[in-house]
């Protein structure tokens, strides 16, 4: 085992004993000391650090890799002090898709729409109906809403539970008196459809399987044309996902116009949404224009009152 390789076992498991799961660092820094092995480098250098972030596409992003990289020389630099640490600014950021903000007369038209699906007494229509719905009101990612259980769903008290493997843990989403009544029509329709379930999930397929992401997003696609949101045989344009931003959006919106103290809520909105670090969350304050304008306008008031 070479000294490299050591020294990563060591610096892996001072992470995870800081209780960082740590499973996507390890790997990419695993390929990375496979990569000074194949060279005969005992040592870390800016030069060959470069050489390996830039050796792949930029899934996973350069940016990435080179944080990665970074950390762990950083780290080596308090035991050889010939290890060179990469600069940060060696690779250009990647950038975030600019989110689709959904008017609510958009998000009305493919709600609607998807009640339009035949056949007129299939499952499948409710189903897409709620599901798009449910993403819209509760902030939740496509695939969190796509893998809750029946049990995870607690329409008495109103609750669900979105479990994340990725990170080891899971948070609760209340949900509004509405939607609890939507979900509970949805639920009873599921079940007199299917009698006896298929599947635990509680959003399911028309034969009661699970849904599939690709047919789901087939299904968004067509319905997004349908309403004008798209062109036909163009995949570009809002997305599922944007139903989550617009989610995000509108509550900090809702916050400035309510005079609350946004950066104080942050850190709420960021569990509520299931953030795992509040900069995330603060992405969105940039990411829209109406966000920046309100916080432009809060920054000028404070300069005001300190003149």
């Known amino acids: 085992m070479s000294r490299l390789r050591t020294a990563l076992e060591r610096y892996i498991g001072m992470r995870q004993g800081l209780g960082y799961k740590y499973d996507g660092p390890a790997k990419r ?52 002090p010939l290890t060179e640490v990469p600069p940060s600014d060696a690779v250009a950021p990647a950038r975030r898709t600019k989110p689709y903000i959904y008017s609510e007369v958009e998000i009305h038209a493919l709600l609607a729409a998807a009640l339009s699906l035949p056949p007129a007494n299939a499952l499948r229509r409710w189903t897409y109906h709620c599901l798009f719905g449910l993403i819209a009101v509760a902030g939740l990612r496509h695939s969190e809403a796509l893998s809750l259980l029946r049990a995870d769903v607690d329409l008495d008290q109103g609750v669900l539970t979105i479990r994340e493997p990725r990170f080891g843990k899971s948070r609760l989403v209340p949900l509004h008196a509405t939607k609890i009544a939507v979900l509970s029509g949805y639920a009873a329709r599921r079940d007199a459809h299917l009698g006896t379930p298929r599947s635990p999930y509680f959003f399911v397929a028309e034969q009661g399987g699970r849904l599939l992401h690709q047919y789901v997003h087939r ?23 944007d139903l989550r931003h617009r989610f995000a959006v509108q509550t900090l919106i809702n916050w400035h116009r309510a005079g609350e103290d946004v950066e104080r809520e942050l850190p709420v909105l960021s569990t509520f949404l299931g953030h795992t ?22 920054l000028d008031k404070r300069w005001e009152a300190r003149s």
């Open 277 to 298: 670090n509040v900069r995330d969350t603060y992405w969105y304050l940039s990411a829209v224009p109406e966000l920046m304008n309100h916080a432009v306008r809060r």
């Open 219 to 241: 299904v968004f696609w067509r319905l997004s044309r349908q309403i004008g949101l798209r062109q036909e045989g163009n995949r570009d344009g809002p997305r599922i996902h």
């Open 29 to 80: 820094l695993s390929e990375f000391v496979a990569f000074t092995e194949a060279r005969g480098a005992e040592t870390i250098t800016a030069d060959l650090a470069m050489e390996w972030v830039t050796s792949m596409g930029r899934q996973p992003s350069w940016s990435i890799r080179l944080a990665d990289v970074r950390c762990f020389a950083q780290h080596l630099t308090h035991f050889d």
